[in-house]
Structure formats: structure tokens, C-alpha cells
């Protein structure tokens, strides 16, 4: 499944894709965040995954999740969104600064703060 949605996420970012494609594309992508299980396909995605794209879909995905749906998720996924959040950034400000897995690392630290400012304003269930 996850490598369907990556699959979709990098057609929707190509210039190169014909809009048919795209339209499709899109419809995988939509389709995957309105899931119940969204929050954790995105996750897994943003963990396994290297691509600037698909990571920044996973962290936009997780926005949604916890803007819009957050009080409907069970405590257990309430409790597994903040532990993602806390134990990437501890990994995170562990890791040396020079540490290339990703060549736009610089552009995510952002978003994250966002998500993890908007979850610590949401009650722990």
C-alpha cells in the first residue's frame, strides 16, 4: 500500500506526468489521508522513505490528521502520533548535523515544530 501512495506522490509532483495520470495520481493520494489508518501509513512512509516529496506528503497528512481528526482517533493512535514526534526529534538532535540521509533536511525541522506545536495544543486522551 505505502508504495502505491509514494508511487502516486512522486506522479503528482512530476512536471513529466500526463494529466490523467496525475488526476489518478491525486485521487491515491486523497484517498490514503482520508483513511482512519492515515496517520499511520504516513508514519511508516516518512520513516522508510528518503524522497523530500513523500516526506513532506507524510508530515502534511499528519497536519490533517491532527487538525481535523484528532479527538476521533482512539487513545492508543494518540498516543503513537506523539511518540513518532518525540522519538524522531530526539534521533533527530542526536544525530550530528553533517548526516546526509536526506538532502533537504533543513526544510523539515520547520514543519515538524509546527505539527509538534499543534499536537502538544490537543489534550493527551
Same mark, same amino acid.
Given at each position: =500500500?505505502?508504495?502505491?501512495?509514494?508511487?502516486?506522490? =512522486?506522479?503528482?509532483?512530476?512536471?513529466?506526468?500526463?494529466?490523467?495520470?496525475?488526476?489518478?495520481? &491525486?485521487?491515491?493520494?486523497? *484517498?490514503?489521508?482520508?483513511?482512519?489508518?492515515? +496517520? *499511520?501509513?504516513?508514519?511508516?512512509?516518512?520513516?522508510?522513505?528518503?524522497?523530500?516529496?513523500?516526506?513532506?506528503?507524510?508530515?502534511?497528512?499528519?497536519?490533517?490528521?491532527?487538525? +481535523?481528526r484528532y *479527538?476521533?482517533?482512539?487513545?492508543?493512535?494518540?498516543?503513537? =502520533?506523539? *511518540?513518532?514526534?518525540?522519538q524522531y526529534?530526539?534521533?533527530?538532535?542526536?544525530?550530528?548535523? +553533517?548526516?546526509?540521509?536526506?538532502?533537504?533536511? +533543513?526544510?523539515?525541522?520547520?514543519?515538524?515544530?509546527?505539527?509538534?506545536?499543534?499536537? &502538544?495544543?490537543?489534550?493527551?486522551?
Amino acid at each position: =500500500m505505502t508504495d502505491t501512495i509514494e508511487q502516486a506522490v =512522486m506522479a503528482c509532483v512530476n512536471p513529466m506526468t500526463p494529466q490523467e495520470v496525475r488526476v489518478e495520481a &491525486h485521487k491515491v493520494c486523497e *484517498q490514503a489521508k482520508a483513511s482512519p489508518a492515515a +496517520h *499511520q501509513t504516513a508514519v511508516e512512509m516518512f520513516c522508510k522513505s528518503s524522497t523530500p516529496d513523500v516526506r513532506f506528503w507524510c508530515l502534511s497528512t499528519l497536519e490533517e490528521v491532527i487538525k +481535523h481528526r484528532y *479527538q476521533s482517533l482512539t487513545p492508543e493512535s494518540r498516543v503513537y =502520533m506523539r *511518540q513518532f514526534f518525540l522519538q524522531y526529534i530526539g534521533q533527530e538532535t542526536t544525530n550530528s548535523r +553533517h548526516d546526509a540521509k536526506c538532502e533537504t533536511k +533543513h526544510l523539515l525541522p520547520p514543519l515538524l515544530s509546527y505539527l509538534c506545536t499543534i499536537l &502538544h495544543a490537543n489534550p493527551a486522551a
